[in-house]
């Protein structure tokens, strides 16, 4: 989500951070579409804490080189998204197994907090971030809209989880293409596929990559 960063003694790790995204979000889809069956939960919790791994150490590096929007969103994307995400699944799945209970819908309050965050976060990225990251963006919130219904059982999963599964699907392949672009621009030192800018239009600062700086 930050530019070339020429002056850094770090790299753009934003496609690292976009990789992990993406490849959770595509699980999600074959999760919440009904693909797999949910013995597949303890699994997939183990990628969702590799993923904690790596949007960690891209939310560090993005707050070192002063990128405000994305080193925070990659921060708390890891520690909610990821971690706490995978541990819920661990202690639902055998903790099921072993006969506890548990109120689930705790998480849905939890997911209303995410969701507002991303709601009121969301100018600032329509403003300072590109295009392909606006269009994740919107996804994201509106699938987490329906994943906040669902877990407060406020809304049948029926109609939730299919919705939510394919914006989920959208945002995932969004965060790998650009993940590709940002690279692919950087080795050839130059814009080979486009990007384009924020949907608020305005001056942006711009890296060999082509990714604005916020």
């Given at each position: 989500m930050s530019g070339e960063h020429q002056d850094s003694a770090f790299a753009n790790p934003s496609p690292a951070g976009l990789v992990a995204l993406g490849t959770t979000l595509i699980m999600f889809f074959a999760l919440l579409s009904g693909r797999v069956a949910p013995t597949c939960l303890p699994i997939f919790a183990m990628w969702l804490l590799g993923g904690f791994v790596i949007q960690i150490v891209v939310g560090i590096i993005e707050l070192r080189i002063n990128n405000i929007l994305g080193g925070n969103l990659f921060?708390?994307?890891?520690?909610?998204?990821?971690?706490a995400t995978g541990l819920a699944m661990l202690m639902e799945y055998f903790g099921g197994h072993a006969g506890l209970k548990f109120d689930g819908t705790i998480?849905?309050?939890?997911?209303?907090?995410?969701t507002l965050?991303?709601?009121l976060w969301s100018?600032?990225?329509?403003?300072?971030?590109?295009?392909y990251l606006n269009l994740i963006m919107?996804?994201?919130?509106t699938s987490s809209i329906f994943i906040t219904l669902m877990k407060l059982d406020w809304v049948?999963?029926?109609?939730?989880a299919p919705i939510a599964a394919w914006l989920s699907l959208i945002a995932g392949c969004l965060g790998l293409w650009w993940s590709g672009v940002i690279c692919i621009n950087w080795a050839f030192e130059r814009e080979v596929i486009p990007n384009p800018g924020?949907?608020?239009?305005?001056?942006?600062?711009?890296g060999?990559?082509?990714?604005?700086?916020?």
């Open positions: 921060t708390w994307f890891s520690g909610y998204f990821m971690l998480e849905g309050w939890g997911w209303i907090g995410l965050a991303q709601i100018p600032a990225f329509f403003k300072r971030t590109p295009l919107m996804a994201m919130i049948s999963p029926a109609i939730c924020p949907i608020l239009s305005g001056s942006t600062q711009r060999n990559t082509g990714v604005p700086r916020a």
